[in-house]
T-cell receptor
Framework: AQSVSQHNHHVILSEAASLELGCNYS??????LFWYVQYPGQHLQLLLK??????LVKGIKGFEAEFIKSKFSFNLRKPSVQWSDTAEYFC????????????FGRGTSLIVHP | SAVISQKPSRDICQRGTSLTIQCQVD?????MFWYRQQPGQSLTLIAT?????????ESGFVIDKFPISRPNLTFSTLTVSNMSPEDSSIYLC???????????FGSGTRLTVV
């Protein structure tokens, strides 16, 4: 069965700081990877996704993530965060041989101080 | 992308009662998914609902506790039956959204059982 681990449960940053949120998955086959964001009081939104091709994917609002197959990782990055990035971030995985229904990580709460 | 309308957005219920959550999609979808998001926890899949057949429940979830209806390709309901305080959570519906090559979520129902 596939699983997702997010190591940072709570992250607090100042504006303009760089961000990296860790995500590791466990599944040996072909995977699709997602990052979702949930702003306060809003629903989950897709931030970016990786299916195949260039392992460095760019999403909305300046976010990017890099798929490193050898490390089973899909870390989310942003060079300079803004106060408006304060939100909950979820990593998720689907797989062709496991489940096509997303398995989610526990989530990381990001607070950005102005 | 698909637009999902979920209601109620929140409710406070007495233990022993039942609550039905509705999820309406603005386009036809084959499968709809119901998740639970407990405080500080990941999203946990409750069941997958296909139109015209019984829902498929994940381990730890049973039809008697969480009956699901799927009368057509745009609508589904989840009922939380005989509620206890342990059922206090956020319940989310989701669909596979080919428009974004990912999954789209409803805004969630925040349930508090007292």
């Amino acid at each position: 069965a596939q699983s997702v681990s997010q190591h940072n449960h709570h992250v607090i940053l100042s504006e303009a700081a760089s961000l990296e949120l860790g995500c590791n998955y466990s599944y040996g086959g072909t995977v699709n990877l997602f990052w979702y964001v949930q702003y306060p009081g809003q629903h989950l939104q897709l931030l970016l996704k990786y299916f195949s091709g260039d392992p460095l994917v760019k999403g909305i609002k300046g976010f990017e993530a890099e798929f490193i197959k050898s490390k089973f990782s899909f870390n989310l990055r942003k060079p300079s965060v803004q106060w408006s990035d304060t939100a909950e971030y979820f990593c998720a995985v689907t797989s062709s041989g496991g489940s096509y229904i997303p398995t989610f990580g526990r989530g990381t709460s990001l607070i950005v101080h102005p | 992308s698909a637009v999902i309308s979920q209601k109620p957005s929140r409710d406070i219920c007495q233990r022993g009662t039942s609550l039905t959550i509705q999820c309406q999609v603005d386009s036809q979808v084959t499968m709809m998914f119901w998740y639970r998001q407990q405080p500080g926890q990941s999203l946990t899949l409750i069941a997958t609902a296909n139109q015209g057949s019984e829902a498929t429940y994940e381990s730890g979830f049973v039809i008697d506790k969480f009956p699901i209806s799927r009368p057509n390709l745009t609508f589904s309901t989840l009922t939380v039956s005989n509620m206890s305080p342990e059922d206090s959570s956020i319940y989310l519906c989701s669909v596979e959204d080919l428009g974004v090559n990912g999954y789209t979520f409803g805004s969630g129902t925040r349930l508090t059982v007292v």
